[in-house]
């Protein structure tokens, strides 16, 4: 059965491609590609498909590679020396009633919440909000 597969691949590349290149209206100057008619056209398009996709395929290596969005990072400054940052606030320090603490790691005060979340939600769709902590008032 491999010696058919390859005998099949052999007429294929052998017979049939020259055939069918043969036939192809392919015209003999540039100029020529503009007086093809819709069915010559209609002939050359899947040699043209292979032939585009094979310029593909030797240029994507080329080609820049997507970066990932940095807005999809969320700490982009904040103790990047760290290998996780942490902070620490004892409640009873809290001075007023309620205290809003940075969740987006865009506040210019982290750890404490200036509302950087409120632009970063709309540049990235996420739903980030603070941490708010409560002090009971007894």
């Not at 005060?109 to 002090?135: A, M, Q, R, W, Y």
């Amino acid at each position: 059965t491999f010696k058919m597969v390859l005998e099949s691949i052999a007429r294929i590349i052998k017979v049939q491609l020259p055939a069918y290149l043969k036939r192809l209206p392919l015209p003999e100057t540039v100029g020529g590609f503009a007086k093809l008619t819709v069915s010559e056209w209609l002939r050359l398009l899947p040699l043209l498909g292979i032939l585009a996709l094979l310029g593909y395929l030797t240029i994507r290596p080329f080609l820049p590679k997507k970066k990932k969005q940095k807005d999809s990072l969320i700490n982009l400054k904040i103790q990047k020396e760290n290998p996780k940052v942490v902070n620490e606030i004892d409640i009873e320090d809290l001075k007023s009633t309620n205290a809003c603490y940075c969740r987006c790691w865009r506040s210019k005060t982290f750890p404490v919440c200036d509302k950087s979340h409120i632009k970063h939600n709309e540049l990235t769709g996420d739903n980030v909000g603070p941490l708010i902590l409560k002090k009971k008032v007894l």
